[in-house]
């Protein structure tokens, strides 16, 4: 599975970006983490090829996750951004079944892209 993401850059707060992502193929779950500088890489949303979607607490009605299983594409859309924000994020897929507890770590997905850098400025 190959993957290429889209989108990111600079916008001040209080704005709103879209990230998008392609996969090769088909996979289980789809979703984008991020990391700050000098951070672990951190959850923001996976969705399942069913539509389970997840979402970390801070970003939780901010951001929305979806999915074309057709075209096997993810995008995240992130509205009201925060500074807090700032990171890089990386889409990732699963290419196998995950359980609810295992789709928000960060371990349980094998494919990663390449990453794109999100600002937010204050």
């Known amino acids: 599975v190959q993957l290429q993401a889209s989108g990111g850059g600079l916008v001040q707060a209080g704005g709103s970006l879209t990230l998008s992502c392609a996969a090769s193929?088909?996979?289980?779950?789809m979703g984008w983490f991020r990391q700050a500088a000098g951070m672990q890489r951190d959850l923001v949303s996976t969705?399942?090829?069913?539509?389970?979607?997840r979402y970390a607490d801070s970003v939780k009605g901010r951001f929305t996750i979806s999915r074309d299983n057709a075209k096997n594409t993810v995008s995240l859309q992130m509205n009201n951004l925060k500074p807090e924000d700032t990171a890089i994020y990386y889409c990732?897929?699963?290419?196998?079944?995950?359980?609810?507890?295992?789709?928000?770590?960060?371990?349980?997905?094998?494919?990663w892209g390449q990453g794109t850098q999100v600002t937010v400025s204050s």
């Open positions: 990732a897929v699963a290419t196998r079944p995950l359980s609810l507890l295992g789709s928000v770590r960060s371990s349980s997905y094998d494919v």
């Open positions: 193929e088909h996979n289980f779950y």
């Open positions: 969705v399942s090829s069913g539509g389970t979607r």
